[in-house]
């Protein structure tokens, strides 16, 4: 059975708890989870008149889950045991088709004496057994699986912790892996949001989404639309095959609207994710090598962003894979595809990205270029400009950065603050200053803009930056960070897929989303 997508109803009232349901129904929820434990003056007649309401809310009856989470789990109120394990019994008789428990408070044998009692008289209904840790992983999850099994086979078990790097989901995948069956496993935190959307690749029971950020019921749950929208929930399954962008922060990073748009134009069977790796090598290293370890999980191409680029490109060598010959030379890798046999192959498609959207504009021959910033963009930049014959000097704030890049690639080095002579035909602004939330910076005041210059600003968030519209007053030209990023995208999807994508889409997904 595939996974199902059940929806909490966190609500003070029964006012509130009618909106809720009504909200979720129409945003596709399979699912519905009363989370009792919010409910304000909480009885047993509250709990049955909020089914009632539940059950005459929705067109088709959705399967419901009564929860009264006790607050040591994570749950609202504190209300008292006894009254919490009451609203489960009479949830059971008024026909729900689950409750959920505390696995530690079933433990207790008055709590299970109860259940198991009011189980057994139930004309149907099953029982959800549920262990949260908000701190960390579990110190070992299958064996606590195991336990959960053990003390009532027909119960459905429900292990969920709190990832604190992407690395502890691994243990959640390998769980769902490894077992059959209805459970529930996935990972709170941001970085245990792919869980909860590959959850259903691995067929959990369920997943849990809120209607919208601000009834989110646990940290890292997505609302419903995103996940329908943005993470094509109704076409993943087993053999949906996995991309993402790698990088940290990634949470800002457009690429997964654009390529899951495409992916789902094109008819593919594909799911591209956020992959927020924090850390450095080591941790970048591990996660590349779990992912390739695991085939089942299906990842078949990688999109590597800040601050991992040149990680990339080391672990593809060490791994013996092939790097294209330009990433090699240009230091930086921001796509890996994993070929045939399993052979990883590494590209940086952000370098004829730019060097296409730069070449529609100018003659690079022997012109002037001053490019700002010597960061791994400015270096795929720089190594094209040079090879096209442009005279460049390297800006950048950190003089040792920016005097290594142009030694490397025989070209100009001058600090941030000789910006003010000004004279190149192309400048290039390689840096984050003017990016969103900042989007009242710029990295080169107006006053030192000419008519005669080329600005490409590297940034596409938002489109027209503070720098290009400066440039543009001053009657220069200008060339917009999302041509490059679309290029850069646009190749992506041709390495992911063998198909060229649709670039209008692409920009209109991108402007929308923007
Ligand atoms: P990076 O390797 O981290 O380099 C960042 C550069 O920006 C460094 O030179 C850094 O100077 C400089 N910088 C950052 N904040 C600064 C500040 N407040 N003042 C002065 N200099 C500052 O990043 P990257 O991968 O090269 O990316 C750079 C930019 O390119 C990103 O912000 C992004 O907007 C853009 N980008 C665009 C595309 C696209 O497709 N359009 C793709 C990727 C990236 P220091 O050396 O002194 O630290």
Redesign the pocket.
Known sequence: MATKIAVPIAAGNLDQARQQIKTAESSGAEMLELRTDYLENLSVDLVKSLIAEARAATLAPLPIIVTCRDIRQGGAIDYPGRLRIEVLTEALKAGVEFIDLEYENFLSSENQERIRRAMSQASKGRLILSTHNFETKFPNIVKLHRHIQTLYPAAIPKLVYKANHINDCFEAFDLLHKTSGERIVFCMGQVGVISRIIAKKLNSFVTFASIDDKNATAPGQLTIEQLKTIYRWDSIDADTKLYGVIGSPVGHSISPVVHNACFAEAGENKLYLPLLVEGGRDEFDYFLRQIFIKNWLGFRGLSV???H?ENALNFVKENHGVVEPLAEKIG?V?TIIVGPNDILFAYNT?YS??MDAIGSKVDLKNLPAAV?????????IVAGLSQAGAKVTIY???IE??EKLAAEFGCEFAP?DNLANLEAKLVI?????G?YPNID?T?VPGDYLKKDMVVFD????PPRTLLLKQAEEKGAQTIE?????????AAQFKLFTGKAPDTKLMRKTILNYL
């Open positions: 962003t800040i601050p680029k930086a921001n952000d990205a730019a700002i910033g010597a960061g791994g963009v400015a270096k795929a950048n704030r950190t950065r920016g941030l602004n390689c840096t984050s200053i990016m910076e990295p590297t940034i596409y968030n960070g999302l041509l490059m990023f679309i290029g850069q995208a």
